[in-house]
């Protein structure tokens, strides 16, 4: 089930805010955590039970802490913990990716796959800080198995984040602040995110997959297919946190912000203090900064970059195409780092900014296809490779069809509607009321006729 479905809209969201608001606060994590099983449930009831497992022995863990006094002990109660939560993503997500290379290599055919676990990145994640803060003395152990369980399958961020870490809602999870305002307030945002989703992100992919799909590409047709992707993956995954932090609202929550306008950057180091904030924060805490992170000589700090974006690729999805997209990143932050930042320093804005968004988009062209063939053939389409020149007619007929989609795209990943918006809060709140309302029964309206609803990162 997806926060963009009927069934979410209109019933499970609804019974989940009803039954939250009438019990006492004391059970309100009891019910958070029942729902978010049910949610889970709905789709992949069997891994329920490997969710299950997963909260027992990172509670176990958690209070075994409490048991062991020397550093040794502690120490190896933190590698158990980390190695068989990794181990447990590494199978599930990782080990028909492993068959399929091995047979690859050796001319057989790949015969393991294992449907993936909905939402295993970002719960094993959120689990490994957990583990890893209690140990470092960061937090306390949680002693209430409920509030625990909640923390880790809470439904509003457990399939495409923010990664929630433990040390940020730890006091969230004892005592909240639950309010008509604060829910207004996360009701708009959730609607706001919605509208990204249902009216941009989903009109935008089906630009990207007719344009994919068409037997030949000009040069500009292949650039406006990258360019309709590019948008997509940002409406797509920023309106589901939004989505996400808005529902964390209703429910008294204050989740991190995961986007920041990535697409106003000026180099690819700030796209990603803009891009997936949660995650690039989350490899920072517990990869890059324990690898010694720039405290370290340039060839140190050089590989340690190359380590954390092969990771940061190869968990965005089990294919070779996202490595080389995590690795491209890392290749191109280390020249930022090393080269680039510092003799560019007078280079105006505007340069700066081309220059970022021509990097992001060849980067997501590589993210969108997992086949190497039909990466190796976009790419050449984009730099003039193909049958059917600089430009044609298609190019033509999607420009003219798509304008004002592409337009409207454009426009919204720039902060000129937030700061309409907080203006019209302050003073005229009945706009913010419609425009709320309009995005709702426009969004519907969407769902009701149209099949095309996917989730790009649902399967990470």
């Not at 889970?40 to 509670?59: C, K, Q, R, S, T």
């Not at 945002?189 to 990207?208: D, P, S, W």
Request: proline share 3%; hydrophobic share 50%; charged share 15%.
């Amino acid at each position: 089930m997806v926060f963009s479905s009927l069934n979410f809209l209109f019933i499970f969201l609804p019974l989940v805010l009803i039954v939250y608001y009438l019990v006492p606060f004391r059970f309100k994590n009891l019910v958070l955590l029942i729902f978010s099983i049910v949610f889970y449930a709905w789709g992949e009831p069997v891994y329920v039970i490997l969710m299950i497992l997963n909260i027992a022995f990172n509670y176990v863990c958690g209070r075994q802490f409490e048991t062991l006094h020397t550093e040794r002990d502690r120490k190896r109660q933190l590698i158990l913990a980390v190695v068989v939560n990794l181990l447990l993503l590494g199978f599930f997500k990782y080990a028909g990716f492993l068959v399929g290379t091995v047979c690859g290599i050796f001319g057989g055919k790949p015969s393991f796959e294992l449907p993936l676990p909905i939402g295993i990145s970002f719960y094993t994640f959120q689990a490994l800080s957990y583990v890893i803060d209690v140990y470092r003395g960061k937090v306390r152990v949680q002693r209430n198995i409920i509030d625990f369980g909640a923390y880790i399958t809470m439904f509003p961020q457990l399939i495409a984040g923010p990664i929630v870490r433990y040390d940020q809602v730890e006091r969230q999870l004892a005592k909240r602040t639950i309010s008509l305002e604060k829910a207004g307030f996360g009701m708009q945002r959730f609607l706001f995110g919605l509208g990204k989703k249902v009216l941009l992100a989903n009109n935008l992919g089906l630009l990207y997959t007719t344009i994919q799909a068409a037997d030949g590409r000009s040069m500009m047709t292949a650039w406006l297919g990258a360019i309709a992707y590019t948008l997509q993956i940002y409406f797509d995954f920023s309106g589901y946190s939004d989505m996400a932090i808005g529902m964390g609202k209703m429910l008294g929550f204050d989740f991190m912000e995961n986007f920041e306008y990535p697409y106003l950057a000026g180099n690819i180091t700030e796209f990603w203090r803009r891009w997936h904030i949660s995650l690039g924060s989350w490899f920072r805490e517990y990869v890059y900064i324990p690898l010694g992170g720039n405290r370290v000589n340039a060839g140190r700090h050089i590989l340690n970059l190359l380590i954390v974006w092969a990771l940061t690729g190869l968990w965005h999805g089990a294919n070779w195409n996202f490595v080389i997209w995590g690795l491209y990143y890392g290749v191109i932050l280390i020249l930022e780092k090393y080269v680039l930042i510092p003799l560019c320093t007078r280079v105006p804005k505007w340069i700066k900014h081309i220059y970022t968004m021509i990097l992001v988009i060849i980067g997501w062209a590589i993210f969108s296809n997992t086949d190497f063939g039909e990466m190796g053939q976009f790419l050449k389409n984009l730099f003039g490779g193909g049958v059917n020149g600089f430009i044609d007619g298609s190019f033509l007929y999607y420009l003219k069809s798509n304008l004002i989609l592409l337009i409207l795209a454009i426009f919204f990943s720039a902060p000129i509607f937030k700061k309409v918006m907080s203006y019209t809060e302050r003073k005229r709140p009945v706009i913010n009321i419609v425009v709320c309302v309009l995005i709702f029964i426009i969004s519907v309206a969407f769902l009701v006729s149209g099949s095309f609803n996917p989730f790009l990162y649902f399967r990470f």
